[in-house]
């Protein structure tokens, strides 16, 4: 039907109608009939007209693929910043001298691989980390694979140095990097280069040393997270060996919300959990390098906390810093006496308050000597190797400025309970006196509002009837939940 007779039609009808419905037809009846139909019609017609004209132009559109899409199984995609090809490794010179000076050379444990653990990229080279500490001054390869990890023929030659360290070049469009001994070895399985290119995105960042052992930990990981954050950090690197499934709940939500990244420690050899500490600290050296201007490497039982009036956080403090030369900011420690474990599980509110770490131990020591077991914050590109403790050696700067107990300490709550290391007990003892000395109010009130607060959210699970929880069991079929069945004797 053309579109002239429809309209005529319809023209007709509305004048017929508004004369009586008998000009029509013989009743009411046929006047509706004959309005539906022709309604109908209309609506047919349109509907005919819209789909011929706009649905088959769009059909030829999406012939045309969306431009982010236009690349097939075979392609990586083009990446400004992975198109570089270096040849060399910068501070070559100034390695070798450090090499022949036997600097970061201990020969510990039994890897026969190198054991790649991570890989980062800055714009004039690659560092590999390693899990492995007994290679040191191996020759390698570094090996590259593109985003389909297939390989570029294009190795270059290295050596293990520094410990748990293979610096490589870098080769365009590689993604992923791996480690060999010899050109013709099956290499280990490759891991992500990860892009350390632009501006830092953090000021101060976190190192949290290696997760173990039997004592729960919700309450210490929180209280750590919670005290770095109302200190300034803005991001934690989690380095994890094992901890209950109950803790890892709590890890797992900061990792949601971006708080944390972990680092699960972990190859294809034996050593014991305590001894991971040297691979983990080499390894949050090189993963904060330019990810952080600067970075905090301690243990989950320890605090570093400011002592002067003119300083209320730790970024207080390095924002006065404005000599480049400062390279490792060297803090001494203070020991305070932990009688007990921490809880395993949140109970209530009140449990949580009690048994919050500064709550609960403030008995704390004089402050240690020099090299008492002091801990750092570093600048981590400025730095070449780490100690535990302290660099081992630095590209510019001061390889440690102390910091000034009256300035800043390290608040280390040591447990009595000797698990590993059975020196850690007399060490503490030996800088009595003893004092009773609570951290600063405002951090009080401030901390105890953040651990509750995410504790809370975290295991406070809001909880309903039972017949309300069976509704939904019902929902995915005949299931009944336990609680149902008891409530009904069966």
Not at 201 to 221: N, R, S, W
Not at 412 to 429: D, P, S
């Amino acid at each position: 039907m053309r579109k002239e007779d429809v309209s005529d039609r319809w023209s007709l009808l509305v004048a017929q109608g508004s004369g009586g419905s008998e000009k029509i037809g013989n009743s009411s009846n046929s006047w509706k009939s004959h309005a539906l139909f022709y309604t109908f019609s209309v609506v047919l017609f349109v509907n005919i007209v819209y789909f011929s004209i706009f649905v088959t132009d769009k059909s030829q559109d999406d012939d045309l693929e969306d431009p982010i899409f236009a690349f097939n199984s075979s392609h990586c995609p083009y990446e400004e910043w992975n198109t570089i090809r270096t040849s060399e490794i910068p501070n070559s010179k100034l390695h070798a001298e450090w090499a022949s000076k036997n600097i970061s050379n201990p020969i510990y444990l039994y890897h026969t691989l190198p054991s790649v653990l991570a890989a980062f990229v800055y714009k004039d080279q690659i560092t590999v980390t390693l899990t492995s500490e007994n290679q040191y001054n191996a020759s390698v390869f570094c090996r590259y694979y593109d985003c389909r990890r297939q390989e570029i023929i294009d190795p270059f030659p290295s050596v293990i140095y520094p410990v748990s360290t293979v610096f490589c070049a870098r080769r365009p469009g590689a993604k992923y990097i791996s480690i060999s001994k010899t050109l013709n070895d099956t290499t280990e399985y490759s891991v992500p280069i990860i892009p350390r290119i632009d501006k830092p995105p953090h000021y101060l960042t976190v190192c949290m040393a290696t997760l173990y052992g039997d004592e729960p930990k919700f309450l210490q990981i929180v209280d750590f997270i919670e005290y770095y954050k109302l200190q300034g950090a803005t991001f934690f690197h989690i380095y994890l060996r094992n901890v209950t499934d109950y803790d890892r709940i709590l890890l797992d939500d900061y990792v949601r919300t971006g708080d944390i990244e972990i680092i699960k420690m972990h190859d294809h050899f034996w050593r014991d959990d305590f001894m991971w500490h040297n691979a983990q600290i080499n390894d949050c050296h090189h993963r904060n390098k330019y990810f952080s201007k600067w970075t905090a490497v301690v243990d989950i039982d320890e605090r570093i906390e400011m002592r002067s009036r003119e300083y209320r956080t730790i970024t207080d403090y390095l924002d006065s810093i404005h000599n480049a030369s400062i390279v490792n900011l060297h803090f001494r420690v203070q020991w305070v006496i932990k009688q007990d474990n921490t809880p395993a599980r949140y109970e209530n509110e009140e449990q949580l308050t009690r048994e919050m770490l500064f709550h609960k131990y403030q008995n704390i020591s004089q402050p240690g000597g020099l090299w008492d077991q002091p801990k750092c914050i570093i600048r981590p590109e400025k730095v070449f190797a780490m100690h535990i403790h302290i660099p081992l050696a630095v590209y510019s700067g001061e390889r440690f400025t102390p910091v000034d107990p009256s300035v800043g300490v390290v608040r280390h709550y040591r447990n009595v309970e000797q698990r590993v290391f059975n020196t850690g007990l007399k060490v503490m003892m030996s800088h009595a006196p003893f004092k009773i000395n609570p951290i600063d109010k405002w951090i009080d009130e401030e901390l105890t509002k953040s651990i509750v607060k995410r504790v809370q959210w975290v295991y406070d699970i809001s909880d309903l009837p039972c017949i309300k929880k069976q509704e939904m069991y019902w929902v995915y079929g005949n299931i009944n939940s336990e609680c149902w069945l008891r409530m009904n004797g069966l």
